[in-house]
């Protein structure tokens, strides 16, 4: 017991510390390598984790999830491969690495004793095992000569019912006269009849995303499955099969730069062992639109190589769930759900180059945790990522303060809030926030809710096209609604009769009415994006300027957006002073995984710049003043003997005054007028009255050369 204790201390020490809504009660590394995991709960109560390794079969007492222990070890012919099922007290395992099935009793749980090995006649080795525990019937998957159904209703004497042997079958799920088969060779999810043994006739099959079925999973109701495709980019699918001869795809979740190993359902969640990222719980409430309730890395591997978590068990009565990690053994984990909400207003465009801009968020503890740190990330114009912490106001209100940015200026930045447990939280979930720094100059916007499709044009090249504009329907990974009002552009939006998901070998685009640029220079593209799409060497998703490629999607990696993503390109090499520039956003697909594709809303060409002649006169003085008394400021650097103004916004926003603009908002009051000195200088002394204490007020100059005006930088200054 203590050793087991002193190994679970360091293991947990040594190990990723990554939960999103996942709680680790605890760790045991007792071995060199480990495969599958099952669970068993004792008439009693008292919870058992069953833990595959490469010589055998571990089963600890988990009834303190903080404190595991092993009671027993049954040795078993090596191998990287092995599964086991429990019906009653008795568990059942197999193994690729010999022949035949070991029947282990856990009638005493706490000393589990092998009773025998079954089957040798009728296979040499297993890839898996499925019991049907209404039925009592065991499906042995992946064996020599097809799938050997074994009669359990004697659980120490069992008996062959009948063999499968239309296709290989790598995992099933079987319940109420239904096989849910993962057919991996062939790449299909196949339903089979069961209700009438020896004969197993088909009701329907459906090809799997990533065409390499490795498990299924159905719900209690047989009504929604989900399946594994254990390839790059193969991702979990999941199904609704409520009519089991007609199987309907519902939706596809993947893990960006991971491969998905195995999956379960229990009530409306899906647990599913994601090989490098770890384990990975999903909510199905709304099977065409799974999110992600909670998530545990547990393995410090990455890539979508075979490494990390294999198998998962959510079946316990206490509410924990078991993860096996092929390097790092047994976790027990107690799955919470999302951790903290961030309620974060985004930052809009301003002229205000003097800044600062306030990010403030409301950072809200979703359980029994408190928020220990939260920090905001930004950069500026694509450049290096810089970091801010933000304060604590009270109230689970926080705020930072990016710096004023000189115009032009493209802003992303993204919050992060970490609990007391090292669990975070994003905002947005993917990408960034952008707000522009300048005078902003539209060419052309667009946000699709028009009556018409406003010359906007769509075409198919092969296979298909399905380019709509509408209200997107959230499946296969695309958006719930528009950015902004109701309608978006995009690849199959999910209507009735639709998916969401682009289909195999498909060429198609989208492509604006020709803008007018004529004379504007530094033109840029802005838009919303929710993109999922595979990864560049498969699938390619551009956008292109006249014809011209702008951006590709990466090669290397699936791109998933679970968000809208404001995205920003120069285009100024194509578009500056052309007097008909065309956008064109197209998708290209192989004959492999399909995602969601392209969803664009709020489009839009502009010009970003300074606005000339902006902050040329030099404002000094006071930023904090008394009340009732006077003070002076000073201003330099102005045309020399011209009329001047000395104004006061009611706030930092910016406003647009004779064609010019100024960092001050609206409503402005002149203070002052004036005519500036021979050097293009002034003085301003003002009397504040009295009973203006705690106001802020906005100051900046404003003077006029010919027909050309200058003004000032901002000054903030508050009243004491």
Same mark, same amino acid.
């Given at each position: 017991m203590l050793t087991t204790l002193i190994l679970l201390a360091a293991a947990a020490a040594s190990l990723p510390a990554q939960g999103n809504g996942v709680t680790l009660m605890s760790n045991v590394d007792q071995y060199s390598f480990y495969n599958d995991i099952w669970g068993y709960t004792a008439p009693d109560g008292r919870e058992y984790a069953i833990l595959g390794t490469r010589d055998g079969t571990a089963f600890y007492n988990c009834s303190n999830p903080s404190a595991p222990y092993r009671v027993g070890f049954i040795s078993g012919p090596s191998s990287t491969w092995r599964d086991m099922k429990t019906l009653g007290p008795y568990c059942y395992i197999v193994t690729e690495g010999g022949a035949g099935m070991q029947i282990v009793s856990l009638v005493n749980p706490e000393v589990p004793v092998l009773?025998?090995?079954?089957?040798?006649?009728?296979? #040499?080795?297993?890839? +898996?095992?499925?019991i049907d525990v209404g039925a009592g019937m065991a499906y042995i998957c992946g064996a020599t000569g097809g799938v050997p159904v074994i009669n359990l209703s004697n659980p120490t004497s069992p008996v062959l019912a009948a063999t499968y042997t239309a296709r290989y079958v790598h995992d099933a799920h079987v319940q109420n006269g239904l096989a849910h088969f993962a057919e991996i060779n062939d790449g299909d999810y196949r339903i089979v009849s069961v209700a009438s043994l020896p004969s197993f006739p088909s009701q329907d099959s459906i090809q799997t995303p990533g065409n390499f079925t490795h498990n299924t999973w159905a719900n209690a109701g047989n009504t929604v499955c989900a399946t594994s495709d254990e390839s790059s980019g193969g991702g979990l699918a999941l199904y609704d099969t409520s009519t089991p001869t007609n199987i309907q795809f519902l939706s596809r979740y993947d893990v960006s730069g991971a491969t998905i190993h195995n999956a379960?359902?229990?009530?409306?969640?899906? @647990?599913?062992?994601? @090989?490098?990222?770890?384990?990975?719980?999903? !909510?199905?409430?709304?099977?065409?639109?799974?999110?992600?309730?909670?998530?545990?890395?547990?393995?410090?591997?990455?890539?979508?190589?075979? !490494?990390?978590?294999?198998?998962?068990?959510?079946?316990?009565?206490?509410?924990?769930?078991? $993860? *096996?990690?092929?390097? +790092?053994?047994?976790?027990?984990?107690?799955?919470?759900?999302?951790?903290?909400?961030?309620?974060?207003?985004?930052?809009?465009?301003?002229?205000?180059?003097?800044?600062?801009?306030?990010?403030?968020?409301?950072?809200?503890?979703?359980s029994n945790n408190f928020i220990s740190t939260a920090e905001v990330e930004y950069s500026v114009n694509g450049g290096a990522t810089q970091t801010l912490s933000m304060n604590p106001l009270g109230g689970d209100v926080w705020e930072a303060a990016i710096p004023g940015q000189s115009a032009p200026a493209i802003v992303d930045y993204f919050i992060t809030a970490t609990d007391n447990l090292a669990r975070s939280v994003s905002d947005p979930p993917s990408g960034a926030h952008e707000f522009r720094v300048g005078v902003l100059t539209q060419i052309y916007a667009n946000s699709f809710d028009g009556a018409t499709d406003e010359g906007w044009t769509h075409a198919q090249l092969a296979t298909q096209d399905d380019w709509q504009r509408g209200v997107p329907q959230?499946?296969?990974?695309?958006?719930? #609604?528009? @950015? *902004?009002?109701? +309608?978006?552009?995009?690849?199959?939006?999910?209507? #009735?009769?639709?998916?969401?998901?682009?289909?195999? +070998?498909?060429?198609?685009?989208?492509?604006?009415?020709?803008? !007018?640029? #004529?004379?504007?220079?530094?033109?840029?593209?802005?838009?919303?994006?929710?993109?999922?799409?595979?990864?560049?060497?498969? !699938?390619?998703?551009?956008?292109?300027?006249?014809?011209?490629?702008?951006?590709?999607?990466?090669?290397? $990696? =699936?791109?998933? =957006?679970?968000?809208?993503?404001?995205?920003?390109?120069?285009i100024s090499q194509w578009a500056d002073n052309n007097p008909s520039v065309q956008i064109t956003f197209r998708l290209q697909s192989d004959g492999g995984v399909d995602f969601g594709g392209w969803n664009l809303d709020d489009f839009e060409l502009y010009v970003l710049t300074s606005g000339g002649g902006g902050n040329t006169i030099v404002l000094s003085g006071p930023v904090s003043i008394p009340a009732g008394a006077p003070s002076t400021w000073n201003f330099t650097s102005a045309p020399a003997s011209a009329p001047y103004w000395f104004l006061k916004g009611s706030s930092a926003n910016g406003l647009t005054y004779n064609g010019h603009q100024f960092d001050i908002g609206g409503p402005v009051t002149v203070l002052m007028t004036g005519t500036t000195s021979a050097l293009g200088g002034g003085s301003v002394t003002l009397n504040v009255p009295g009973g203006a204490s705690g106001a802020t007020a906005y100051f900046e100059v404003a003077s006029k050369s010919g027909s050309q005006w200058k003004d000032s930088n901002l000054l903030t200054v508050t009243v004491l």
């Open positions: 009773l025998q090995t079954w089957g040798t006649s009728i296979w #040499s080795h297993a890839h +898996n095992i499925a379960t359902i229990l009530g409306d969640r899906v @647990y599913a062992s994601w @090989y490098t990222a770890g384990f990975v719980c999903l !909510d199905i409430s709304n099977p065409a639109n799974p999110q992600v309730f909670g998530s545990y890395d547990t393995n410090a591997a990455s890539g979508t190589g075979y !490494d990390g978590a294999w198998g998962v068990y959510p079946f316990t009565q206490n509410g924990m769930t078991y $993860v *096996s990690d092929m390097d +790092n053994g047994l976790f027990v984990l107690r799955v919470d759900g999302p951790v903290m909400d961030i309620a974060h207003t985004p930052l809009t465009d301003t002229q205000n180059e003097t800044g600062p801009y306030t990010v403030t968020a409301t950072i809200t503890p979703l959230g499946n296969s990974g695309d958006p719930g #609604s528009a @950015y *902004s009002g109701a +309608n978006c552009w995009g690849n199959d939006l999910g209507p #009735s009769g639709f998916n969401g998901a682009y289909q195999p +070998n498909v060429h198609n685009y989208l492509r604006s009415p020709a803008i !007018d640029c #004529s004379g504007k220079v530094g033109v840029r593209l802005n838009f919303q994006r929710w993109l999922t799409v595979e990864s560049g060497q498969y !699938d390619q998703a551009t956008i292109e300027v006249n014809g011209q490629v702008a951006w590709q999607n990466p090669a290397n $990696v =699936d791109l998933i =957006d679970t968000a809208w993503t404001a995205m920003d390109l120069d």
